[in-house]
């Protein structure tokens, strides 16, 4: 059975082929500059060469035929015809108050989609483009949306609860949602099979740590708490997002600066983070380490702010389970940089956690980091949020 994974933002459209027999990459590519000059294909197939096409692609629908041609292409392609392909998964943003489950897409599923708009502006469009584009290209074969805000449904009213009136959560479903949810759930569930825990009873916290970042906390695979809030604003200081700050700030800014509240929100999430508080620097953190070890004094504070909030959060969530059994680093950070992680485990000796340096020096593969002392197993868990899509399509479709 293969299964094509299809992840769309507004302008770039990634997939993957993957091949559910040995859970195998069969190809997988990425469409850039949809709707921009300058479109650009690139597809790898397994063990072959890359092949580039540079041909305008004016939406979504035209991107996916590009796919389907580099698939099925007699020199780079994969596969002889579509009908190879068994079903199609879909990375959905946002499925507001109504779905958690992956679902196979019927016209009710697309309403929803339709109707999150406002909850997703940049996200649920496209990937509701790219859902159509494949009813298109392939018509018959079954769609199935996996919700990024899926993971999050499992929490209990007092964590999705925000503290304002409550005619705001009935007229307009304003609550947290959280996202990354399809890394929270492959990751804390890569967790409990790898650690050897007890998968109904678990507590699991999973620290996403990427240019987006989000911590979840988890009980038996479930989620009870998440970072990331209406929006992916909220939370961990991130590459560009600010995370959790006083909403005062917004109307102070709004008030010094002539701005207006969107102005002041685009700030906040494309020119904050540790871009803004280093100054300009970079908003990757590769770049912020190499300024932080060259004395900059801003780089190094940016730095040691976001590691303490990560070591904040770990410490709410685990008062919130009354616990925590495993704590699982993902995500570009979490997977790369093992400063970064014995950074934050050092905040966490009083839960007797306890990093081994010689395991931490490690590189995005499945590994235990913690020393055999450590009260909590601390691990990392490369996140793979492709292979869960295509995990939950086979299981929907099957
Ligand atoms: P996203 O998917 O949210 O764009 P990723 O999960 O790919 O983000 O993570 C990207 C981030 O990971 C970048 O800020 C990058 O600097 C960081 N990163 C990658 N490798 C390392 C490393 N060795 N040390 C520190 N940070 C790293």
Same mark, same amino acid.
């Given at each position: 059975m293969k299964i094509l994974v299809v992840n769309c933002g507004s302008s770039s459209l990634k997939y993957q082929l993957i091949d559910m027999a040995d859970e195998s990459v069969i190809a997988k590519g990425l469409c850039e500059r949809i709707g921009i000059e300058g479109s650009k294909l690139t597809h790898q197939p397994a063990g072959k060469d890359k092949y580039v096409v540079e041909k305008p692609m004016p939406d979504h629908t035209v991107a996916i035929k590009m796919v389907m041609e &580099?698939?099925?292409? &007699?020199?780079?392609g994969v596969i002889a015809n579509t009908d190879e392909i068994s079903a199609i998964?879909?990375?959905?943003?946002?499925g507001g108050k109504i779905y958690s489950e992956s679902i196979v897409v019927d016209d009710d599923v697309k309403r929803v989609i339709r109707e999150c708009f406002d909850l997703? $502006?940049?996200?649920? $469009? &496209?990937n509701l483009m790219g859902i159509e584009a494949c009813e298109a290209a392939m018509p018959g074969k079954p769609n199935v949306a996996v919700w990024d805000t899926g993971f999050g449904m499992a929490m209990p009213e007092k964590a999705y609860m925000y503290a304002i009136p409550h005619e705001y959560y009935e007229k307009y479903s304003i609550r947290r949602y959280g996202f990354h949810g399809t890394s929270h759930m492959f990751v804390s569930g890569e967790a409990i099979k790898f650690g050897g825990l007890d998968p109904e009873n678990a507590k699991v916290i999973v620290c996403h740590l990427g240019n987006g970042a989000s911590v979840s906390a988890s009980i038996g695979g479930k989620c009870v708490d998440t970072s990331m809030g209406l929006t992916p604003l909220e939370g961990l200081i991130m590459g560009t997002r600010s995370g959790d700050i006083d909403p005062a700030v917004v109307q102070f800014i709004c008030n010094k600066e002539g701005k207006d509240v969107n102005e002041v929100l685009n700030i906040l999430n494309k020119?904050?983070? #540790?871009?803004?508080?280093s100054g300009g620097v970079s908003s990757d953190f590769r770049d912020i380490e190499a300024a932080k070890r060259e004395g900059n004094h801003l780089a190094e504070v940016a730095l040691d702010a976001f590691i303490y909030r990560v070591a904040k959060y770990i410490g709410a969530y685990t008062a919130a389970m009354n616990g925590v059994d495993a704590i699982a680093f993902t995500a570009? #950070?979490?997977e790369n940089d093992k400063a970064s992680r014995k950074a934050i485990c050092s905040y966490l000796g009083y839960l007797g956690v306890e990093i081994d340096d010689e395991a931490n020096d490690v590189r995005g593969k499945n590994a235990v980091i913690s020393s055999a002392d450590s009260k909590v197993k601390v691990m990392l868990i490369p996140t793979n949020e492709e292979l869960a899509i295509a995990r939950e399509t086979k299981r929907l479709t099957e």
């Open positions: &580099a698939l099925q292409d &007699a020199e780079h998964g879909h990375r959905v943003l946002h997703g $502006p940049l996200h649920n $469009p &496209a020119k904050s983070g #540790v871009l803004g508080m570009g #950070v979490g």
